[in-house]
């Protein structure tokens, strides 16, 4: 069964403190990787698709990168700002539903 | 260019009642996805409408229904409400041949 899990559950961070989420997954047929933002009540907000192993992908002070069993989602010096929930999705196999993990909550203290 | 838009913000309906929840595509896109986020948790897959037909389903009883329009916007339908049928209900649009799926604010649905 596809599976995808992330880590840790909840992460607080001092402002410019830098750190990494995994999300692992397990699937048959990996088609793509998708980060996402979601804040409280909102609708979650895409950030990357990732396609193979080794690809890479930046945006302001984040970074995602895709090994052949997880990926990682890098916060450089990360700002109050940055506070949210981070989704992991994969696509795989003939379909193209999303097959999300639970998220990893994001808090970025002054 | 006008992203995924969906109504109401809000909703209470009591156990038993029926609900429809609305979503307008992002421009230029043909695909609509629903899914289904309790709190805590990550979106789950409810099914995608592509040309007006269904496209996939994941695990929701046939309660769960849909509908898409010529104008891709598209309708979730839940009838005989549960109590654990409230949830925040997202919507997401993309292309049928591409990967990315943009997601509308949702819907927050409470069952009493």
């Known amino acids: 069964e596809d599976q995808v899990t992330q880590s840790p559950e909840a992460l607080r961070l001092q402002e410019g403190e830098s750190s990494s989420l995994n999300c692992s997954y397990t699937v048959s047929g990996l088609r793509g990787l998708f980060w996402y933002r979601q804040d409280p009540g909102k609708g979650p907000e895409f950030l990357f698709t990732?396609?193979?192993a080794g690809e890479e992908k930046e945006k302001e002070r984040l970074k995602a990168t895709l090994t052949k069993k997880e990926s990682f989602l890098h916060i450089t010096a990360p700002k109050p700002e940055d506070s949210a929930t981070y989704l992991c999705?994969?696509?795989?196999?003939?379909?193209?539903?999303?097959?999300f993990g639970a998220g990893t909550r994001l808090a970025v203290h002054p | 260019e006008t992203g995924v838009t969906q109504s109401p913000t809000h909703l209470i309906k009591t156990r038993g009642q029926q609900v429809t929840l609305r979503c307008s595509s992002q421009s230029g896109h043909n695909t609509v996805s629903w899914y289904q986020q309790a709190l805590g948790q990550g979106p789950q897959f409810i099914f995608q409408y592509y040309r007006e037909e269904e496209n996939g389903r994941g695990n929701f009883p046939p309660r769960f229904s849909g509908l898409q329009f010529p104008n891709y916007s598209s309708e979730l339908n839940v009838n005989a409400l549960e109590l654990d049928d409230s949830a925040l209900y997202l919507c997401a649009s993309s292309l049928y041949s591409g990967n990315e799926q943009y997601f509308g604010p949702g819907t927050r649905l409470t069952v009493t």
């Open positions: 990732l396609y193979s």
């Open positions: 999705a994969v696509q795989a196999g003939g379909y193209n539903k999303l097959i």
